[in-house]
């Protein structure tokens, strides 16, 4: 079988190390238009080649998942009672039934979080300045980097509403005791090297959107790319509106804000050979992203 992807790794070197002909124009490394009058490839036809490659395929977009890695012990009735106004009969914020229902296997670690409905991955970019003299004249200003923009760091996610509603159960107690307690630095934060200890306090977690792609005919997908955000919780829950009309899907927003995040393609995968061997029937599925050797084990998100 054709391995795209092997074949791309393998070759990539000696693709970026032509050179063009001194009586070429040298304003570009495209190697295939700068000698006059006689092109070395045609445009057409080598855009239609590497369109069949798996490596520059076009993607899908409506492939994904979100793994939300933990949720806050506080997150129960006895803490959020203890805090919050609550009728005589302990029935406000009486979620430790939903919770331990909506964070239960089924609905958070087959397909990821169930009740998430929209991404909305966080631009990045950074605050462009200039520094001038006196009397420019006709030279441009010299540019200075500034602040990155992103304040606060926000990650938003969109959740269908259901029957046991996952945003007014989890996430809206989820924020208001993120509000009592705060984003201090607590043990079970990420890099906090404490080891495996964990505050009922610490409201954050980690979350990790993977984003899928086709393999082969008949064949499991992989992911393609796999955010990773860290130290997450959520700080605004949108509002809901509620009219006598046309029944329709209820989406809510939330945002979640974050310390730092990271992002991971699939290259550290041998996806040509893996592609090969489930063909085969030789491979039951993937461990350790880290290790370029095949496993029998399932492949684990969260390391």
């Known amino acids: 079988?054709?391995?795209p992807l092997n074949s791309f790794l393998n070759n990539v070197g000696g693709v970026f190390t032509?050179?063009?002909?001194?009586f070429a124009p040298q304003v570009t490394s495209l190697i295939g238009f700068n000698i006059p009058g006689k092109p070395l490839i045609s445009a057409r036809d080598y855009f239609l080649s590497q369109m069949t490659s798996w490596i520059s395929t076009v993607p899908m977009t409506t492939q994904w998942i979100v793994v939300i890695e933990r949720f806050p012990t506080a997150l129960n009735s006895s803490f959020i009672q203890s805090l919050e106004?609550?009728?005589?009969g302990?029935?406000?914020?009486?979620?430790?039934t939903a919770v331990n229902l909506l964070k239960s296997f089924p609905f958070q670690r087959v397909i990821g979080c169930l009740f998430v409905h929209g991404v909305s991955i966080p631009a990045e970019q950074y605050e462009v300045g200039s520094v001038s003299v006196n009397n420019n004249r006709g030279f441009l200003p010299g540019i200075i980097a500034g602040n990155r923009s992103t304040d606060?760091?926000?990650l938003v996610l969109e959740f269908r509403e259901s029957n046991v509603s996952f945003v007014d159960s989890v996430i809206r107690p989820w924020s208001i005791l993120t509000s009592h307690y705060g984003l201090t630095v607590r043990p079970?934060?990420?890099y906090t090297n404490i080891g495996n200890q964990y505050d009922d306090r610490n409201m954050k977690t980690n979350m990790v959107i993977m984003q899928y792609t086709r393999t082969l005919q008949n064949i499991s997908m992989v992911p393609r790319k796999v955010w990773y955000f860290y130290n997450c919780a959520p700080y605004n829950i949108s509002e809901q509106s509620l009219e006598y009309s046309?029944?329709?899907l209820q989406i809510l927003t939330t945002r979640w804000t974050y310390t730092n995040y990271t992002i991971a393609d699939n290259l550290y995968l041998p996806v040509g050979s893996i592609i090969d061997q489930i063909a085969g029937g030789s491979l039951?599925?993937?461990?350790?992203?880290a290790n370029t050797g095949l496993t029998t084990a399932p492949f684990n998100p969260l390391g």
């Open 85 to 88: 106004r609550v009728d005589a």
């Open 188 to 190: 079970g934060d990420q």
């Open 246 to 248: 046309e029944e329709k």
């Open 284 to 289: 039951a599925g993937i461990t350790n992203p």
């Open 152 to 154: 606060p760091p926000s």
């Open 18 to 22: 032509g050179t063009n002909p001194s």
């Open 90 to 96: 302990r029935q406000g914020y009486d979620i430790t």
């Open 1 to 3: 079988m054709n391995d």
